[in-house]
């Protein structure tokens, strides 16, 4: 089977730092792309970052609103996606979700273009 698990969303004040990980079941070969999305409470699922990966090299691309602050990688092995968030805002605060696709063009912010999706994990920032 095809596994996306998402792990390391808590709570944290404005300012802080959480890192994310996504953990891809062995049986993914043929994935190019894997990103981050998120969906807070009355608002429509939005892309976060992406990396075109090649084996120990990517590109990684990002949303306006996380660019300098988030870093999206992934490691040589090609089972685990990172997601680093650094100054933390409140309207960061939403359900996060790892998501996975085949080699494609750009672009790689459009969430139907992609195949695989783990469960989300919370990330909340206080004021």
């Known amino acids: 089977q095809v596994q996306l698990v998402e792990s390391g969303g808590g709570l944290v004040q404005t300012g802080g730092s959480l890192r994310l990980s996504c953990l891809e079941s062995?049986?993914?070969?043929?994935?190019?792309?894997m990103g981050w999305f998120r969906q807070a409470p009355g608002k429509e699922r939005e892309f976060v970052a992406a990396i075109n990966w090649s084996w120990n090299s990517g590109e990684p691309y990002y949303a306006d609103s996380v660019k300098g602050r988030f870093t999206i990688s992934r490691d040589s092995g090609k089972k685990q996606l990172y997601l680093q968030m650094t100054a933390l805002k409140p309207e960061d605060t939403a359900v996060y979700y790892c998501?996975?696709?085949?080699?494609?063009?750009?672009?790689?912010?459009?969430?139907?273009?992609?195949?695989?999706w783990g469960q989300g994990t919370q990330v909340t920032v206080s004021s």
């Open positions: 062995e049986s993914i070969f043929s994935t190019a792309v």
């Open positions: 998501a996975a696709r085949g080699w494609g063009s750009e672009p790689y912010s459009q969430d139907q273009d992609y195949t695989y």
